[in-house]
């Protein structure tokens, strides 16, 4: 049941420790906090450009101002029309996309409610948020991914799961729904889109000590939790090893 201070970094950092995200180009949704930011971080550190997306103009320019590196967009990934701005501003500033991290989510009822007493729009909303952005904006994404695949057999999506997408909780199921149809998808889409040279990939980062985490477990003992930046490192470190991979794949071949 999971969410879904150092510097920056510099660019040319990452490319003398020649990780295998140096000057690579990364979206982030849901930027501002939590994983999501851990994720910012850590992918600047790493020598990444970084372009991230949030509904909360404030928090966007906070987080902007903190990073120079970075590329702040307003937008929700849970509202259709927001998609294709969010799309073109992403391609925009970064001029190209290797790899798109969807990481917004949404609980649905808060406080967590039983299926029988959840409000059909926190369903809806859930969904929204947690399948439906995702794959709208993947979609919107794809020319973009499959053109970097070709140039440089770099290119993977990471869907932020959860396991309340694999395991039955109660009070935990528009979250639980949403996460397991995403986790499906992303499946279902690494399958299709493989020999294209695009990877998706669907991983559980635990549970975090967030803000989202706060608002489903409020009696919860913070200190059992996992940090963000925790998080964000091993899900850096498997985006890593799947960008590796493909290139030594490509180098053999």
Known sequence: MTDNPHDSGSLEAGRRA????GGLRVAITGGTSGLGLALVRELLDRGAHVAFVARGRDAVNRVSAEHADVHGIVGDVSRK???????????????????????????????????ADTDCEDFERALATNVLG????????????????????????????????????????AYGASKAALHHVSRVWNEELIAEGISVLS?????????????????????LLK???????????????????????????
């Open 18 to 21: 020649g990780t295998p995200f």
């Open 81 to 115: 029309q927001d998609i294709y701005p969010m799309a073109v501003q992403i391609l925009g500033a970064l001029g190209g996309l290797d790899v798109l991290i969807n990481n917004a989510s949404d609980l649905g009822p808060v406080p967590l409610a039983l299926l």
């Open 203 to 223: 991983l559980d980062p635990g549970d975090m000590d967030t803000a989202l985490h706060l608002a489903a477990v409020p009696e919860a003992d913070r200190s």
């Open 134 to 173: 995702p794959f709208r904006l993947t979609k919107a994404l794809l020319g973009s991914l499959a053109s970097s695949a070709r140039e440089g057999s770099r290119a993977v999506v990471l869907n932020v799961s959860s396991d309340a997408a694999i395991h039955a909780y109660p009070g935990w199921g």
């Open 227 to 253: 940090r963000p930046e925790t998080a964000a490192r091993e899900l850096a470190d498997a985006i890593g090893a799947v960008l590796t991979q493909r290139v030594a794949n490509e180098a053999v071949g």
